[in-house]
């Protein structure tokens, strides 16, 4: 048992690092075996707002990835956490209807809303949907986002994702959301903190340079960035932040681990 590897907290991205579309990467099961091998603490962190842990975690087990729901820190239940610790009692929520069981003691649509939450809802965006959440912002509402992604990867490509809506309400209630899951740093250290671990003992493994990267780094983890999912060298040229290292894949993780034990 290498107590190098025990004193590491490993935290990883899902959808671009582990799976893309409905097909697991390449390597990614062994990984998480050889995680559990060498009993690494590790957890897996998403800014997903479709589904809940368990649903996420039955879908991952379809594609031969050994996760359990309680491993998994997603922005829905961060927000659930939020609205429960701010007392929100008539939030707005703008979700999928995958996830709205989860907010089952909440009144989801009331006439004058304590808050607005965004999630990813697809092709019902439209104009008239976006100028009642300006209207309830401008009446006082907070504006919540589950996260605040450029866009993400499908199998057919990039899509774009909610972080347009959230920028656009922003610039026009002149109101800055508050953002619950990646690169939010207090997602990033509850995560550590259920590893019983300090956040300079862990590092964080995705596909995003903003989100998962920068995010992480701003938590006091080290951000390794993977070559599979969202990944462009254009994105990263771009960013400002430096990753602490880059990987072609999950794959490639162990040996990394391995090396930086010396």
Known sequence: MNEHLQRHGVLLDIDGVLHV????????????????????PHRFITNTSTRTAEALAEQLGGMGLDVTA???FSAVTATQRYLQDRGHQRPLLIVNDTVRAAFSKADSDPEDPDCVVIGDIGPRW????LDRLFRALMQGAELIAMHRNRYWQR??????DIGCYVAGLEYAAQVEATVVGKPNAAFFQLAAADMALDPAQCLMVGDDIDSDVAGAQAAGIRGLLVQTGKYRDTALQRAAATPDAVLPSIAALPDWLQAEGG
């Open 155 to 160: 199998a057919e490509g990039l899509c774009l």
């Open 70 to 72: 309680d491993q998994i």
């Open 126 to 129: 439209n104009h008239a949907l």
């Open 21 to 40: 579309g409905n097909e697991a990467v390449d390597g990614a099961t062994e990984v998480l075996q050889w995680l559990r091998a060498r009993e690494v």
